[in-house]
């Protein structure tokens, strides 16, 4: 089992800043992948950006260039900078992590609200 607390999120101008953490506990040494997505009302889920264990990074298009994610294994937490942010951003960030063989976890998430 893991357990995926999430933290940082606020009300933020348009180009402004937020870093996100996400704290793991429990069965962390399992955790291959961890990662954000974001969801707004009425749409699905969507990709943000995923870090594995080895440090190689993926991201969504959309904050190529604007989102930095990267992973304290000392502390068990992934950190989502955000900087450059748009209205468009603007959403429930959720933390996620992955274990092979094992399943996947999610944190409870945090509004990310960008103002224009």
């Known amino acids: 089992q893991v357990q995926l607390v999430e933290s940082g999120g606020g009300l933020v101008q348009a180009g402004g800043s937020l870093r996100l953490s996400c704290a793991a506990s429990?069965?962390?040494?399992?955790?291959?992948?961890m990662g954000w997505y974001r969801q707004t009302p009425g749409k699905q889920r969507e990709f943000i950006a995923a870090?594995?264990?080895?440090?190689?990074?993926a991201y969504a298009d959309s904050v190529k260039g604007r989102f930095t994610i990267s992973r304290d294994n000392a502390k068990n937490t992934v950190y989502l900078q955000t900087n450059s942010l748009k209205p468009e951003d603007t959403g429930v960030y959720y933390c996620?992590?992955?274990?092979?063989?094992?399943?996947?976890?999610w944190g409870q998430g945090t509004q990310v609200t960008v103002s224009s």
């Open positions: 996620h992590a992955s274990i092979p063989m094992g399943g996947t976890y």
């Open positions: 429990g069965s962390v040494f399992r955790i291959n992948v």
């Open positions: 870090i594995n264990s080895g440090g190689g990074t």
